[in-house]
């Protein structure tokens, strides 16, 4: 069993829906990342948590240490969305991320 | 403000040739650094990670090799290329202390043939 794993694996949405990735994990963790990867391969960082919630625009993402599971939410979704979205963590006394496996996500106008 | 760099942005080589990839960090001293590679299909797997020059941890033995000649570059090697060495190279850094959070690279797809 991979130690973080994401679901759904694809998702495809209409413009204007609300969008649940979900994320879990097994290890103790010092932070969770949301990270956003386009088709070209480039990655960007969306959020690094470690408790509550975070806000950035249409983007939400919240965790919940206790289940160890944490979501990233995107409100009002846009084709311009679309991309895979990788939650990662670092492991408690670890400098490493663990990566899962990543969600597709498509957004059709 | 921080930024990286990587180079090449893509790369076609043929089976046993030689590889070294650059990336390069402004704006900050001391960083952790990171090599990741994304096979066709697959996630991301940490390769190497870097906590100061000359000091190089290597989490999947292969191919690969990296060196930290400065503070602020790390280089990904090898003498001889496989097939299965083909995907997207990432590189990342982080301030060391108590922020986990990464910064990557624009990445390097690399195509052996």
């Known amino acids: 069993k991979n130690e973080v794993e994401q679901s759904p694996q694809n998702l495809t949405a209409q413009e204007g829906e609300f969008i649940t990735i979900n994320c879990s994990y097994s290890?103790?963790?010092?932070?969770l990342h949301w990270l956003q990867q386009h088709p070209g391969g480039g990655i960007v960082s969306l959020f690094m948590l470690s408790s509550g919630k975070k806000k950035h625009g249409r983007l939400i993402a919240t965790i919940n240490i206790q289940e160890k599971h944490s979501s990233l939410h995107i409100t009002a979704s846009h084709p311009r969305d679309s991309a895979v979205y990788i939650c990662a963590a670092s492991k408690t006394s670890y400098d490493k991320v663990i990566f899962g496996p990543g969600t597709s996500l498509s957004v059709i106008p | 403000s921080q930024t990286i760099h990587q180079w090449p942005a893509t790369l076609v080589q043929p089976v046993g040739s030689p590889l070294s990839l650059e990336c390069t960090v402004e704006?900050?001293?001391?960083?952790?650094l990171y090599w990741y590679r994304q096979a066709a299909g697959r996630g991301l797997q940490l390769l190497f990670y870097?906590?100061?020059?000359?000091?190089i941890s290597s989490e999947v033995p292969q191919n690969l090799s990296a060196s930290r000649p400065q503070d602020r570059q790390f280089i990904l090697s090898s003498k001889k290329l496989l097939l299965s060495d083909s995907g997207f190279y990432l590189c990342a850094w982080r301030y060391t202390g108590i922020s986990y959070e990464q910064y990557f690279g624009p990445g390097t797809r690399l195509t052996v043939t």
């Open positions: 290890v103790g963790i010092s932070a």
């Open positions: 870097s906590v100061g020059i000359g000091q």
């Open positions: 704006g900050t001293s001391n960083p952790n």
